[in-house]
């Protein structure tokens, strides 16, 4: 069973530019969630997609935004990158039913300077 | 953002000590979750609640999903070198027909182990 991949796995931006952040979903998973978990933090939700649509949100700024694909990898996609914006980011996958838990991939440590 | 209250933020013990951490939020949950994050890596599933007043364990930890559905403990038992990271609760709220399987999380607990 493969497990949720994430890349890359360090980016560093400068701030006002845009960034693409990837991630494959565990096998047999039909949902993908994206997280950004600060220095010292829990994790934030952003969003999640599942069949293609973003399927809930979180106190994000639209500059934030994500695709799902047909075989159900997912993209982060941010714009107009803020210092704040650096953190890790985090995607999870789970099955679609009731307790499917999240599984975490190891997630893109992303600096704006 | 939401995040839950987790305390103790910070536990330093001896190795074979046993420890607990718990987990309290202002809403009720449907699930509680609890994870493990090593520096560099996402967080690892421990163990995963869904029944109010549900005990569960897994090897040397055991989760309790509070009665009130608004609260959460983790025990650790004979801690070992292994056992240092942070742990972070987690809470599932409405179920997926009602909307997202969004997680709240609690700040962290970091578990330092002398040996």
């Known amino acids: 069973e493969t497990g949720v991949t994430q890349s890359p796995t360090h980016l560093i931006k400068t701030r006002g530019q845009q960034v693409t952040l990837r991630c494959s979903s565990q096998?047999?998973?039909?949902?993908v969630s994206w997280y950004q978990q600060a220095l010292g933090q829990g994790p934030q939700f952003i969003f999640q997609y599942y069949r293609e649509e973003e399927n809930g949100r979180g106190n994000f700024p639209p500059r934030f935004s994500g695709l799902q694909f047909p075989n159900y990898s997912s993209e982060l996609n941010v714009n107009a990158l803020e210092l704040d914006d650096s953190a890790l980011y985090l995607c999870?996958?789970?099955?679609?039913?009731?307790?499917?838990?999240?599984?975490f991939g190891n997630g893109t440590r992303l600096t704006v300077t | 953002g939401q995040q839950l209250n987790q305390s103790p933020q910070s536990m330093f013990i001896q190795e074979g000590e046993d420890v607990s951490m718990n987990c309290t939020s202002s809403n009720i949950f449907n699930t509680w979750l609890w994870y493990k994050q090593d520096p560099g890596e996402g967080p690892v599933l421990l163990i995963a609640?869904?029944?109010?007043?549900e005990l569960t364990s897994n090897g040397r930890l055991t989760a309790q999903f509070g009665i009130t559905r608004k609260d959460s403990f983790l025990n650790i038992s004979a801690s070992i070198p292994s056992d240092v990271g942070i742990y972070f609760c987690a809470g599932q709220g409405p179920n997926i027909i009602q909307g997202a399987q969004k997680l709240v999380f609690g700040q962290g607990t970091r578990l330092t182990i002398n040996p």
């Open positions: 999870a996958s789970s099955a679609r039913r009731e307790n499917s838990p999240l599984h």
């Open positions: 096998s047999g998973h039909n949902t």
């Open positions: 609640l869904y029944k109010a007043g």
